[in-house]
């Protein structure tokens, strides 16, 4: 077969350098906005601004939230004559992370899907490869981000941070009984060593399987052959491996974390099946494009559906998880744990997003692709897939904001101009290296099976 390449072009890359320049825009204007508001959310009573379904919340509830704020009002008045972030750049800070690790996750679920199929030696998906290959470059510049940004962020998005949580008569007992999990070997409050450690070595690794399974997969398509495949299949086995465990772990650290006197069992899985489907939702949008520009004619109708039946089936996976977490949690009404629910739930800026995240990421991907034609059709996974993709950074969004910005925060300019902006720099990166090598193996040991896919 002859090789069949995409091609970037200058058409292209001006359109998302509009979409970035947007972006920018609106980012700005959302910053300006805030500042002007700052006055008037104060004027309305800081906490008592927040707007809640009377009578929903239970004496319990509402002495667990002073228990569990009254080592934030200690460290408030501390703090408080010295040091005061203002809202607009507190907001800043968490759309910064939020955007973060909602496409770190594309970037990881793109090398994941790639170490699946030479796991389990698939051949249906060799000629679609290339595309999740090509997301995975964002990982290096995700993981520079990562740690850059945590100096920037972590004063506001990590309270645990605060050396003053570990010391004295306001001391909070729960932090200093986790301190450990930040700071070892050091003393509560001081550097977090242990948890840099863990960000840079995660990236580390899944940089370095990355290069690893990339460079198979460029030499497998040169020399053909099954050496460099089975080298793949190898590094793939053993990467799923090492992801099990460090996404898990990242889930805690750079998301539970924020939330640090919660914590669910549950967490790293739900992270997980929102970045999972997320990631193959990225992956068939960009296959589906392609194929309607006239790319990727080794893709057909059977591969759409396998892929289709993929986020069907991983949408509904996502609901058990999201429903588990919460069933245990709200219904057992321990009040140190329901509270994290309490607050999306009851919390006026984010009851509407927790309805909008379920019916995104559950009702409409299920009612769609519910049909096998619905799977086979690009018309129809044109529609969802975007749908999961906005679905899904809500989903982040509930997961990161509450717990940052708590009444203060909500939806606006400011959160679609840095969506905007990283959404920009991801398609660049992605199409970039997409058109540095042939979209699929014309070498491929299995690219035969795949031709005559069949379902």
């Known amino acids: 077969m002859t090789e069949e390449r995409f091609t970037f072009t200058a058409g292209a890359k001006r ?93 990881i679920i793109g090398l994941f899907f790639i170490a699946i199929q030479y796991a389990a030696q698939a051949g249906w998906s060799a000629g679609m ?21 945590w100096f920037f962020v972590k004063s506001d998005v990590f309270h645990w941070t605060h050396h003053d949580l570990y010391v004295g008569d306001h001391a909070d007992k729960i932090l200093i009984g986790k301190s450990a999990l930040w700071f070892w070997p050091l003393e509560a409050g001081s550097f977090p060593v242990f948890y840099i450690l863990r960000m ?16 198979e997969m460029l030499a497998e398509d040169i020399e053909g052959g099954v050496t460099h495949w089975k080298k793949a299949r190898k590094y793939s086995a053993i990467f799923l491996v090492v992801f099990a465990v460090s996404s898990s772990v990242a889930a805690w650290d750079w998301i539970m974390s924020i939330d640090p006197h919660w914590f669910s069992t549950m967490f790293g899985w739900y992270v ?3 970045w999972w489907v997320n990631g193959l939702a990225a992956i068939t949008l960009i296959i589906v494009i392609l194929k309607q520009n006239g790319y990727l004619k080794v893709v057909n109708a059977n ?53 909008v995240n379920l019916i995104m990421n559950f009702f409409l991907p299920f009612l769609l692709l519910m049909t096998r034609d619905a799977k086979r059709h ?39 101009g840095m969506l905007m902006i990283f959404l920009a720099a991801f398609l660049f990166v992605t199409l970039s290296n997409l ?15 795949s031709l005559h896919h069949h379902i």
Request: with cysteine; net charge negative.
């Open 129 to 149: 490869k290339r595309i999740p290959l090509a997301m995975a470059h964002w990982l290096p510049i995700a993981g520079f981000l990562m740690l850059v940004s």
């Open 272 to 274: 997980f099946a929102s």
């Open 378 to 416: 690009m018309s129809f996974l044109k529609l969802v897939c975007p749908i999961i993709l906005v679905g899904h950074w809500f989903d982040f969004y509930l997961m990161v904001t509450p717990g940052v910005m708590q009444e203060n925060g909500g939806f606006g300019f400011m959160e679609i």
């Open 303 to 355: 591969h759409l559906h396998d892929i289709g039946k993929f986020i069907f089936g991983f949408s509904i996976f996502w609901t058990y998880i999201w429903f588990s977490q919460f069933l245990l949690i709200y219904y057992a009404n321990i009040p140190e744990e329901t509270i994290y629910f309490i607050e999306r739930l009851e919390t006026s800026q984010y009851a509407t997003v927790f309805y």
């Open 15 to 107: 359109q998302l350098s509009i979409v970035a320049i947007i972006g920018v825009v609106l980012l700005v204007v959302g910053v300006v906005f805030t500042m002007n508001n700052a006055g008037h959310h104060e004027e309305e009573g800081g906490h008592g601004a927040v707007t809640v379904e009377s009578g929903t919340l239970d004496a319990a509830v509402a002495v667990q939230q002073e228990e569990e704020h009254a080592a934030d009002d200690a460290h408030a008045e501390a703090e408080g004559e010295h040091h005061e972030t203002a809202p607009w750049l507190k907001r800043l800070h968490t759309n910064l992370w939020l955007n973060n690790v909602y496409f770190t996750g594309l970037a």
């Open 200 to 215: 840079v070595v995660f990236f580390g690794l899944w940089y370095m399987f990355f290069l690893w399974i990339k460079r």
């Open 435 to 449: 058109a540095k090598a042939p979209l699929y193996a014309k070498n491929h040991p299995m690219l035969q099976e």
